[in-house]
């Protein structure tokens, strides 16, 4: 079993940046992929990146890629999300989450998320 818990969410000006911060909490966190959702308004949730539970390799959204890095320290127990180059698209609830399982790509741990706006 695995607890995540988001925090940084907040209001950016298009072209800022913001940082999100998930603490996990659970022996069998290093074990699982990880990464992020979002989910826009009135939009499905949708993957935005995730990171290999050794850290090795990061993948992302084609929407994402470039602006977006992940990482993580499984001896705090720590996935951050660095959101550089925001846009308006960028707004919604964003998702930690653990135990990434592709096509389609879901995860078997959620956060409760957290709000992030992109003003343009």
């Known amino acids: 079993q695995v607890q995540l818990v988001e925090s940084g969410g907040g209001l950016v000006q298009a072209g800022g940046s913001l940082r999100l911060s998930c603490a996990a909490s659970?022996?069998?966190?290093?074990?699982?992929?990880v990464g992020w959702f979002r989910q826009p308004p009135g939009k499905e949730r949708d993957f935005v990146g995730g990171?290999?539970?050794?850290?090795?390799?990061?993948y992302y959204a084609d929407s994402v890629k470039g602006r977006f890095t992940i990482s993580r320290d499984n001896t705090k127990k720590t996935v951050d999300l660095q959101m550089n180059s925001l846009k308006a698209e960028d707004t919604g609830v964003y998702y930690c989450?653990?135990?990434?399982?592709?096509?389609?790509?879901?995860?078997?741990?959620w956060g409760q998320g957290t709000q992030v706006t992109v003003s343009s």
């Open positions: 989450v653990a135990d990434i399982q592709g096509a389609p790509m879901t995860a078997r741990y």
């Open positions: 659970g022996r069998a966190f290093s074990t699982y992929n």
């Open positions: 990171i290999t539970w050794s850290a090795g390799s990061a």
